[in-house]
């Protein structure tokens, strides 16, 4: 049974930083792309931050244009966590952000529950 656990969301100022983590269970972690993706209220659930497998990929990472240069994903295979730091928030940056591992070759795609990031003053 997989699971992905997210943590780190919470209210943050414009220009503060956070650091979302991602635990995930029941999967060989390191052979899996790991993906950050957020939905804003009444909008679709966009792509953040991916980053394929170190092992059958080569740990290409992609970002959001408008993320590029603030937030950095990475992960830690020994600990089965993906990371995601978010530095320079932004006001629009509010939304649910939700964790997500694939293995494309077999059509596997699991998801988080998603964590809250509020961007305010």
């Known amino acids: 049974q997989v699971q992905l656990v997210e943590s780190g969301g919470g209210l943050v100022q414009p220009g503060g930083s956070l650091r979302l983590s991602c635990v995930a269970s029941?999967?060989?972690?390191?052979?899996?792309?790991i993906g950050w993706y957020r939905q804003a209220p009444g909008k679709q659930r966009e792509m953040v931050a991916t980053?394929?497998?170190?092992?059958?990929?080569?740990?290409?990472?992609n970002y959001a244009d408008s993320v590029k240069g603030r937030f950095t994903i990475s992960r830690d295979n020994a600990k089965n966590t993906v990371h995601l730091q978010m530095n320079s928030l932004k006001p629009e940056d509010t939304a649910v952000y939700f964790c997500?591992?694939?293995?494309?070759?077999?059509?596997?795609?699991?998801w988080g529950q998603g964590t809250q990031v509020t961007v305010s003053s």
């Open positions: 029941g999967i060989i972690f390191s052979r899996w792309d």
């Open positions: 997500n591992v694939k293995r494309s070759v077999f059509s596997l795609d699991y």
């Open positions: 980053a394929t497998s170190d092992i059958t990929s080569g740990g290409t990472t």
